[in-house]
């Protein structure tokens, strides 16, 4: 079955810092892949997707995300973080049956 | 401004008095769907309707109900809530194919069962 992996459930980094989530998944033929973010106390907001082309996909608020597919991986990154980055981090995969399955959840903490 | 609308954003009810959580979109989408999110469980898909009259269920359909009479609502049914349905609900929609598939999320629905 289709999955999704986010090895992190939390992570910290300094305001400034850059950043990488990881994102793995489980899928045979060539996925869609998203992001989403979490602030609190709100809906999810899609951050960027990849469905073929440029393996390098740039999003909203700064984020770009590398899909890999030898590595089956879709990173997320950021070159510098801003304290309003402090969010709950959504991977998600399109599977066979259209069903758009999540991964568990990355929380990033900022420190000042 | 294209949404999908939610309401009520918080509700406390009782044991097996029947609720519906409303879900409106504004952007013609096709899918409509219902998650809950629970603390170390993610998020779970309910229900969800890949057009009018069309519903299927999801991963976790127990205890609700859904329809879709427009194509633009999509409300959520508790006959009888339970305890175990205490949690945060999202209504999301998304066009079915094409470039511009991807979740648009509602706000939210905190829903706690006493």
């Known amino acids: 079955a289709q999955s999704v992996t986010q090895p992190d459930i939390h992570i910290t980094v300094s305001e400034g810092a850059s950043l990488e989530l990881r994102c793995n998944y489980s899928?045979?033929?060539?996925?869609?892949l998203f992001w989403y973010v979490q602030s609190p106390g709100q809906g999810l907001q899609l951050l960027l997707k990849?469905?073929?082309?440029?393996?390098l996909v740039q999003g909203i608020k700064g984020f770009e995300a590398e899909f890999k597919r030898s590595q089956s991986s879709f990173n997320l990154r950021k070159p510098s973080v801003h304290w309003s980055d402090a969010a709950e981090y959504f991977c998600a995969v399109l599977n066979r049956d259209d069903k758009i399955i999540f991964g568990k959840g990355t929380r990033l903490h900022i420190l000042p | 401004e294209a949404q999908v609308t939610q309401n009520p954003r918080y509700l406390i009810t009782v044991t097996g008095k029947k609720l519906t959580v409303t879900c409106s979109q504004n952007?013609?989408?096709?899918?409509m769907s219902w998650y809950r999110q629970d603390p170390g469980l993610g998020l779970r898909q309910i229900y969800y309707?890949?057009?009018?009259?069309?519903?299927d269920k999801g991963d976790v359909p127990e205890g609700y109900k859904v329809s879709r009479k427009e194509k633009r609502n999509f409300p959520l049914i508790l006959e009888s809530p339970s305890p175990n349905q205490t949690s945060l609900y999202f209504c999301?929609?998304?066009?079915?194919?094409?470039?511009?598939?991807?979740?648009?999320f509602g706000s939210g629905t905190r829903l706690t069962v006493v």
């Open positions: 309707s890949m057009n009018v009259e069309v519903t």
């Open positions: 999301a929609s998304t066009h079915f194919y094409g470039a511009n598939y991807g979740y648009t």
């Open positions: 899928y045979g033929a060539t996925p869609y």
């Open positions: 952007m013609n989408h096709e899918y």
């Open positions: 990849y469905f073929s082309g440029d393996t």
